[in-house]
């Protein structure tokens, strides 16, 4: 992942302005270590913080036209981008940078080349022939992007808060699907599939249909000129990733560059359940398997520079960042800089536990279209973010545009859990990939139990997190905190002890109202939450909260009393106390 920063329209075009921008985009730098840039044009600078991936020797940003007319700073990576140079043979390209093509189509096609990008991208566009300009974001919100508006009547655009929240008077996270243009002055919808209507589909289920867009997805993301891995928990999502891109490896071009045996990347506590199940997975597959084990101390003491860099106070995004930004500074250590991972698949097939108390396919299918319109704030915020704190960029091939059409448009009623015909969580992707033929997964392994990432990676590590935030916020600080924090009330101690490090770098209200609210059960939406009246009494997002379905629920656990002193760090229920320091075996 790079990082931009675009300051359009600004009052002051001095060389300490200059001075500024770079200051602010350094503030990106851990995005994109590998090259820096600037580009001025009278009151306009658009800069770019380079993460390579594609043609690092000449694909520097910002990127321009021919006659260098048009300039765009991009954050992203355009899967089609070698189709669509064939389809502008009268245009010459200065890199062979995928991105490079956003400026060209742009002069053939206008905004309208927008919806023509297959990809994860976040960019600014200056247009030097009428000094307009446009800012779009892909699809779901994959990369991070951000605008504000300053008092001298500049528009600002960042892909984190930290670039620009000292210099705006107001900023709020941009919209995923759309784009703005300095022309109208309005933001505006490209991203118009289907399901985002909510209507209710009614394709039947085809699982080889399923499997092959799920397969091109995934092939698509092996685009690369670096050395790349995959993500392995262990769990369905991460180990159909790892399973589909060990099949169609070799013969890549990034095999021959870098070899055709993949490597798979797992974190967890000692003893937790993904670790266990990501060796069996790698074994199986016969990946270069490397285990990074982490303790609760460790996680804890990362919680500042997670919420510094991954810029929320959400619970459940903190919780599952952390062994994710622990584990991202690790593969970045060994020379990787992308990896595969399977973040989407949840959302689009009800994979969280609480979708087994779906009362009907209507509300299953509205529910899982409204997790996907949010994801931007959740799940994709935190693959996105803790992965480039380090340098090292995430691709997410469930949430491939056309593979998204095709498993929205499959009838609700086949993804409703049903225990009594065996049907449980994400069924139709399972059985998608269930091949007695040539297996893609152990049957233990491709039917097991949904874990979330924040309980997989161990579940003593979301119970020392309760803990610590119990040492540090007290029963009189909880009573106040309405009036401390009107806008999304901490409910926990824990929610608590993460808002006061947030406010702390990000003070502005603006910041603040950049990070979602509302109770949550299991990672459910506040909607579901009506699905069962016992949820209302359990709220947390641990997918642990959803009693009664989960193997390991809350109700079957011993629960952590708070008030005790510091030695509960070290006898939390299920924790077995490692070494300090994140070691690896590999």
């Known amino acids: 992942m790079c990082g931009i920063l675009a300051v359009l329209g600004c009052s002051d075009d001095s060389q300490a302005k200059r001075v500024r921008v770079l200051e602010l985009s350094r503030r990106l730098k851990h995005r994109g270590p590998d090259w820096s840039g600037l ?163 009614s394709t039947p289920y085809d699982p080889l249909v399923l499997r092959r867009a799920f397969e091109t997805a995934v092939t698509k993301r092996l685009m690369t000129d670096v050395p790349f891995g995959v993500l392995l928990s262990g769990g369905l999502d991460s180990s159909l990733v790892a399973s589909i891109t060990a099949r169609h490896l070799a013969g890549t071009k990034a095999a021959k560059q870098w070899g055709a045996q993949l490597h798979s990347f797992c974190v967890g506590l000692e003893g937790s359940p993904d670790l266990k199940a990501g060796k069996e997975v790698a074994d199986y597959l016969g990946t270069v398997h490397h285990e990074f084990h982490f303790t609760v101390q460790d996680g804890i003491d990362a919680i500042e520079d997670v919420i510094y860099h991954v810029e929320t106070y959400d619970v459940t995004t903190i919780r599952a960042s952390t062994p994710m930004f622990l584990m991202s500074r690790k593969i970045k250590s060994l020379g990787v800089k992308m990896v595969i991972s399977g973040e989407g698949s949840d959302e689009i097939f ?141 409910t926990t101690k824990e929610g608590y002890y993460y808002r006061m490090i947030f406010e702390r770098f990000f003070p502005q209200n603006s910041a603040r109202q950049t990070v979602p609210g509302g109770p949550s059960v299991a990672c459910s939406t506040a909607t579901a939450i009506e699905w069962d009246a016992e949820w209302s009494k359990n709220l947390d997002p641990s997918g642990r909260a959803a009693l009664g379905v989960h193997n390991s629920a809350y109700e079957n656990q011993q629960v952590v009393p708070s008030g005790l002193g510091p030695e509960i760090i070290e006898n939390v229920p299920h924790m077995k106390v490692g070494t300090q320091g994140v070691a690896i075996a590999s």
């Open 39 to 201: 580009y001025q044009h009278g009151d306009c600078f658009l800069a770019h913080q380079r993460l390579a991936i594609i043609d690092p020797a000449s694909g520097d940003q910002p990127l321009f036209n021919e006659d260098k007319s048009i300039i765009v700073t991009v954050n992203g990576e355009i899967y089609n981008h070698e189709e669509l140079r064939k389809s502008l043979p009268k245009h010459k390209f200065r890199t062979g940078s995928d991105c490079d093509v956003i400026a060209h189509l742009y002069e053939e096609y206008g905004e309208d080349c927008v919806g023509m990008l297959d990809g994860m991208f976040s960019f600014v566009l200056l247009d030097t022939r009428d000094n307009s300009f446009i800012v779009a974001r892909d699809a779901i919100g994959i990369t991070s992007l951000y605008m504000g508006w300053s008092l001298d009547g500049s528009i600002w655009i960042a892909s984190e808060l930290k670039g620009l929240n000292d210099d705006c008077e107001h900023f709020e996270s941009f919209p995923p699907g759309h784009l703005y243009s300095s022309k109208t002055g309005e933001l505006k919808r490209w991203y118009n599939p289907p399901w985002f209507t909510e209507s209710i589909p």
């Open 350 to 490: 009800g994979g969280y536990l609480y979708f087994h108390k779906a009362p009907n396919k209507e509300e299953f299918h509205r529910e899982t279209c409204r997790k996907i319109k949010a994801l931007h704030m959740y799940d994709c915020l935190r693959a996105n973010k803790s992965t480039s704190a380090w340098g090292l960029e995430a691709r997410v091939p469930f949430l491939d545009k056309d593979f998204i059409n095709v498993a929205m448009s499959i009838d609700p009623e086949f993804k409703m859990i049903k225990k009594d015909q065996g049907r449980i969580e994400k069924w139709v992707l399972r059985k998608a990939f269930d091949d007695e033929e040539k297996p893609y997964l152990p049957k233990h392994i491709l039917y097991r139990q949904k874990e979330q990432f924040s309980d997989g990676v161990g579940y003593s590590w979301i119970d020392g997190l309760k803990a610590h935030a119990a040492l540090h916020v007290n029963d009189k600080m909880m009573q106040n905190a309405a009036h401390i924090f009107p806008h999304n009330t901490p």
